[in-house]
T-cell receptor
């Protein structure tokens, strides 16, 4: 069975500072990995995904995540955050055509 | 991706009643999913709904409580039956598009049971 651990429930950061949201996964089979973002009172939006190939994947709004097989991690990073990045971020792992979500990390960006 | 809509967007219901949530997608998809997000928590898969077959429920969820219909490749409904305050949650549908288990989500239905 797959599982996902997001150790940080909340990450406060100042605007224009870098941020890293941590995600570790467990699986007995090869997996696909995803980051979703949920803005207040909205549904989930796919931010980026790792399927295969290059271990570094990027989103259109400046986030990136690196798949590290040896450490079973898929941390999300952004070099400079904006107020509008304030949201809940969910890491997910797939297997057997299902997604298993982590508990989420609330990113709070303040001026 | 796809455009996914849900109705209603929110509702307040009385204990003991039932609510049917609709999910519509703008393209034909094989696999649709229903999730529950309880207040302040992550998403939990309720069931997988494939067109032309019975929905497959996850452990802890049963058809009598959460009946699902999937009449065609663009539409599904989830009914929350005999509701109690513990059913107060956001209910989200999603679809798999492009393979590789990639799912896209609807905006969710925020349900409050009094």
């Amino acid at each position: 069975a797959q599982s996902v651990t997001q150790l940080d429930s909340q990450v406060p950061v100042f605007e224009e500072a870098p941020v890293e949201l941590r995600c570790n996964y467990s699986s007995s089979v090869s997996v696909y990995l995803f980051w979703y973002v949920q803005y207040p009172n909205q549904g989930l939006q796919l931010l980026l995904k790792y399927l295969s190939g290059s271990t570094l994947v990027e989103s259109i709004n400046g986030f990136e995540a690196e798949f590290n097989k040896s450490q079973t991690s898929f941390h999300l990073r952004k070099p400079s955050v904006h107020i509008s990045d304030t949201a809940e971020y969910f890491c997910a792992v797939s297997g057997f055509q299902k997604l298993v979500f982590g508990t989420g990390t609330r990113l709070l960006v303040s001026p | 991706s796809a455009v996914i809509s849900q109705k209603p967007s929110r509702d307040i219901c009385q204990r003991g009643t039932s609510l049917t949530i609709q999910c519509q997608v703008d393209s034909q998809v094989t696999m649709m999913f229903w999730y529950r997000q309880q207040p302040g928590q992550s998403l939990t898969l309720i069931a997988t709904a494939n067109q032309g077959s019975e929905a497959t429920y996850e452990s802890g969820f049963v058809i009598d409580k959460f009946p699902i219909s999937r009449p065609n490749l663009t539409f599904s409904t989830l009914t929350v039956s005999n509701m109690s305050p513990e059913d107060s949650s956001i209910y989200l549908c999603s679809v798999e598009i492009g393979g590789a288990d990639t799912q896209y989500f609807g905006p969710g239905t925020r349900l409050t049971v009094l």
